[in-house]
């Protein structure tokens, strides 16, 4: 069976969507996904079927690419506090009471120390069985799946969330915030992706509970081959935005 790095470079590519085009492609991507599949946001507000919010303009924006159709298969976005504009966090914003300040107390940080992982979304033709539709992400595949030779390796969402990561340990914060279902933060577990839960589940777009990712703790309980695939979409990241080119790589 393919190592996950082989499968994503036969199959993948990650970009950091920086172009007006790019985030255009990530802003559809939210739409189907937020709008129209879960309805967690009124289709009505976004006739040019784009979801956006105000803080697009002080985020990082990721694009998952799948290679043999040149379709945009996924995509995330890492929120910056921006002092200009008096925006906190959404999670600040929307979610502050669900914190255990024992566990995780925001105010100990300065603005620029936290950051937060957000709208990840995976297109419906991406997730892996009929069974998932209805999820945000893939789940591990069962023993069952594996005698049907499916890769047991859920790709699309766990190279998201790295290349989030990358652009977490890039910008320097200290902390990075995550408002996900229980069950999603169980399945990075067992890739070594180890958010540590600091509240109780409250209904934010769904159950969610607040979750944090230190950063001195963001690699180093990876297994193997989750670091090997983060370093390869480091990698490709970094890349991406020096390529001029990088528009021809999306369908529209």
Not at 156 to 184: D, N
């Amino acid at each position: 069976m393919k190592r996950a790095v082989e499968l994503f470079l036969e199959y993948f590519d990650v970009l950091q969507a920086e172009s007006e085009t790019l985030r255009n492609c990530a802003y559809r991507i939210r739409y189907q996904v937020y709008c129209e599949e879960f309805r967690f946001e009124n289709r009505n507000q976004f006739p040019d079927a784009m979801e956006r919010d105000e803080y697009d303009d002080q985020s990082d924006h990721c694009l998952f690419i799948h290679r043999p159709s040149n379709q945009a298969a996924g995509c995330s976005r890492l929120i910056h506090i921006d002092p200009a504009n008096g925006l906190s966090l959404p999670f600040l914003r929307y979610c502050k009471e669900s914190i255990n300040y024992q566990l995780f107390n925001p105010d100990d940080y300065a603005f620029n120390e936290i950051v937060e992982f957000s709208r990840l979304s995976v297109t419906r033709q991406f997730r892996r069985r009929c069974s998932d539709q209805g999820m945000f992400y893939t789940k591990p595949v069962s023993s069952q799946s594996l005698n049907k030779k499916r890769h047991p390796f859920p790709i699309v969402p766990v190279s998201l969330f790295l290349a989030s990561i990358s652009l977490f340990l890039e910008s320097g914060a200290a902390v990075g915030v995550a408002m996900m279902e229980t069950r999603l933060s169980r399945m990075l577990h067992i890739y070594g992706l180890r958010f540590e839960q600091v509240g109780p589940v409250v209904d934010y777009h769904g159950k969610r509970a607040p979750f944090i990712l230190r950063r001195e703790n963001a690699t180093c309980w990876m297994t193997k081959e989750v670091l090997e695939l983060f370093y390869c979409i480091q990698e490709r990241m970094r890349e991406s935005r020096q390529q001029e080119d990088a528009l021809s790589l999306v369908g529209s």
